[in-house]
């Protein structure tokens, strides 16, 4: 029995690293502030929505809807004029604002379904952004309810048609300063994520393994002992390391033309199904906009290697650097998850901050930026990422340069560090 | 006849954090001859030749190769020497021949590569094995090939740190011919081996390192007559204890 302990504590000793531990501890960091996110949307909706309403018909059926509406929701406009209430609206959290116009009661009673004019205050395209307007949603079905019910009651004689389906809603969506007639805000939603969650994939796809990559040629440089001959040979360690950056790099954007290729042809199966040109409203893509998109997306590739290729010279072999890709597949799937349920502009500010602050976010919200017109966030997103790129390639360049490339580790005079990234940065400033 | 210092090294010290590898030790290697660096385990031998082979960085002391500042100078010094690490390996998915003629590249504007390449083919006698993948050989046919792959490019200083490791005793004989052969060719060699008959065969003169210090040094025959030994082996011993 003791024999077995023995090896039961050499297996927990051998398996229960540091390196093992991180990726488990990132991942229940990730759950956690994902179970916030939906904690936060479960609280709103419990809340009544904030909306702006106007009532230009001042008819039984009208003033019956008008009333639904208002005890159900938190009005910050009531007056008449569709104008003010836009306005008031869109200085507001409001959601929306609601019109029943003049002839509303009438139509009903005279046997058609009365409109109700929609104005939807949309402020991002995320999934979640959307989730809000299904409230607004609810009390419009409410209304109509009411209105059947009071139909049923014997109030009006109409048909069985009109009686179940008094009311229809007219749909016009206030985006980005943009007037969208006849479209409500899921429906763009829907197409943007359609359109946009293509190029994160991709990105996942190519930085996971082009990242992987240059981790893997470290560990078996290391593991199969060739790294100590490469480095004696008459070239720089720049040279070395630029040389295996750009044969990565050159690799991964192999891979992004296959994944594209066969990714863009099954896009454009939904494309195709696509009842809603948003190229009508402004909303497209030129080739300027596919130029950007391309340099960002280079960008966070050699971010990605250069951050690769630090974390590969702290590998000791193989297998320490299948680990070691394991931050960096999270960088590539945070930024992913985010991008894909919420939109960068309606973000708190620090989870602006964050997203901007991991290079791979850039590429991945260049698209729906570029499509709004957003080109400020993805030039400064292409700039932070140039700037990322150097900082990150002098850092593996000077690295290459020191033992720590064979020893793997970082020994201070004073005591082992926990940090050695940290320690050789603030080693190497010191000696600056 | 002296000749010129191929390599001198002046008070040399590495350290790791805290540890001193190697604590001040000074000796100059002959441009010709064949100089050996023995000790015990973990005395400092190849952290010396890891150093004067630009591996790794100098803490402090003074190291010129064939004139040249390693620590200025590193790029024209890797131009002279050649270094064969212990435990080296080569890249599995290349063939024998491929791997030299990956290696001969950097060397192109020195030599004509394609001879280059012919030479190591001849060094590594791996006959039609040369053509096989790396992945395939044994322990002793890839430690002929690194050989190969070191002395192929005649360099000017040979830094070999246990040339024949892995070899029977055919196998080491040869390569020790060969490095013989390059050294009357005009190639420096400086080497460790913890093969005392080796190191007595092969070197013109010899330093024993202990506990990161130059304990001894001097010709084989000068040693033993000093230590009243009849092989290097018991001088070693001698020394050490």
């Known amino acids: ?432 | 006849m002296v000749n010129m210092p191929a390599v001198e090294v002046a008070n040399l010290v590495k350290a790791f954090g805290s540890f001193q590898a190697v604590k001040g030790i000074s000796f100059n290697v002959n441009e010709g001859e064949v100089f050996g660096l023995i000790g015990p385990n973990g005395a400092g031998k190849t952290t010396t030749l890891r150093v004067l082979s630009t591996l790794i960085e100098v803490t402090s002391g003074k190291i010129n190769i064939f004139g040249q500042d390693l620590v200025k100078d590193a790029g024209e010094v890797r131009k002279r020497i050649s270094y064969l690490p212990e435990d080296a390996g080569a890249y599995k998915n290349m063939t024998g021949r491929e791997y030299l003629k990956f290696i001969a590249q950097f060397f192109h504007d020195l030599k004509d590569s394609r001879a280059m390449v012919e030479k190591g083919v001849a060094i590594a006698q791996l006959g039609e094995r040369i053509d096989d993948k790396v992945d395939t050989y044994s322990k002793g046919m890839a430690r002929k090939l690194l050989v190969a792959r070191a002395l192929m490019i005649d360099p000017k200083l040979a830094i070999l740190d246990e040339p024949t490791s892995g070899l029977d005793v055919l196998n080491a004989q040869e390569i020790r011919k060969v490095i013989k052969k390059t050294v009357s060719e005009g190639t420096t060699v400086l080497l460790s081996s913890h093969n005392m008959l080796e190191v007595e065969l092969m070197c013109d003169r010899i330093a024993l390192i202990d506990n990161g210090k130059i304990v001894e040094s001097g010709t084989p025959s000068e040693l033993k007559r000093k230590y009243e030994s009849s092989n290097i082996e018991e001088v070693f011993v001698r020394v050490v204890s």
Not at chain 1, 127 to 144: A, E, H, R, Y
Not at chain 1, 358 to 384: E, N, W
Not at chain 1, 409 to 417: E, G, I, L
């Open chain 1, 1 to 432: 029995m003791s024999n077995m302990a023995g090896i039961i504590k050499k297996e927990i000793k051998e398996l229960l690293t540091l390196s093992a531990l991180i990726p488990i501890i990132v991942m229940a960091i990730m759950f956690g502030m994902i179970g916030n996110l939906v904690g936060e949307i479960n609280v709103s909706l419990t809340e009544k929505p904030v909306i702006g309403i106007i009532d230009q018909d001042n008819s039984t059926l009208s003033q019956l809807a008008y009333a639904n509406i208002s005890d159900n929701a938190e009005s910050i406009y009531n007056g008449t004029s569709i104008e003010s209430g836009l306005s008031a609206a869109e200085n507001s959290t409001a959601m929306a604002l609601i019109v029943i116009p003049a002839g509303f009661g009438s139509d009903i009673i005279g046997n058609e379904s009365g409109t109700i004019q929609v104005y939807w205050m949309m402020r991002g395209a995320g999934i979640i952004d959307s989730v809000p307007f299904s409230m607004v949603q609810g009390l419009l079905t409410k209304v109509d309810r009411n209105i059947s019910a009071w139909l049923v009651e014997g109030n009006a004689s109409v048909s069985t048609e009109v009686i179940l389906a008094p009311t229809k809603t007219y749909d016009t969506t206030m985006f980005k300063g943009k007037e969208m007639t006849g479209i409500s805000p899921m429906a763009i939603s829907s197409i943007v994520q359609s359109q946009s969650t293509f190029v994160p994939m991709i990105i996942v796809m190519v930085v996971i393994m082009a990242g992987s990559m240059v981790i893997t040629s470290m560990g078996s440089e290391k593991e199969n002992k060739t790294l100590e001959t490469l480095l004696t040979l008459p070239i720089s360690r720049t040279s070395i390391v630029f040389g295996k950056l750009i044969g990565a790099a050159i690799v991964g954007l192999i891979m992004a033309v296959i994944y594209m290729g066969g990714f863009g042809y099954y896009m454009t199966t939904f494309a195709g199904s696509a009842a809603i040109d948003l190229s009508a409203y402004g909303f497209t893509i030129d080739a300027v906009d596919y130029v950007l998109m391309g340099i960002s997306l280079f960008l966070a590739l050699l971010a990605a290697l250069a951050l690769c290729m630090i974390l590969g010279i702290f590998t000791k072999n193989y297998k320490a650097s299948q680990m070691m890709t394991m931050p960096i597949t999270f960088l590539a799937l945070i930024p992913m998850f985010i991008t894909m349920f919420a939109d960068f502009d309606t973000l708190p500010l620090g989870g602006q901050a964050f997203l901007f602050a991991i290079p791979f976010s850039h590429p991945m919200m260049a698209m729906k930026s570029l499509m709004f017109g957003d080109v400020g966030l993805v030039l400064a997103g292409i700039a932070y990422e140039a700037v990322f790129c150097v900082v990150a390639m002098f850092i593996a360049v000077t690295l290459f340069k020191k033992d720590i490339l064979l020893t793997g580790k970082v020994k201070t005079a004073t005591r082992k560090s926990a940090f050695p990234i940290a320690s050789m940065i603030a080693g190497m400033l010191r000696k600056r």
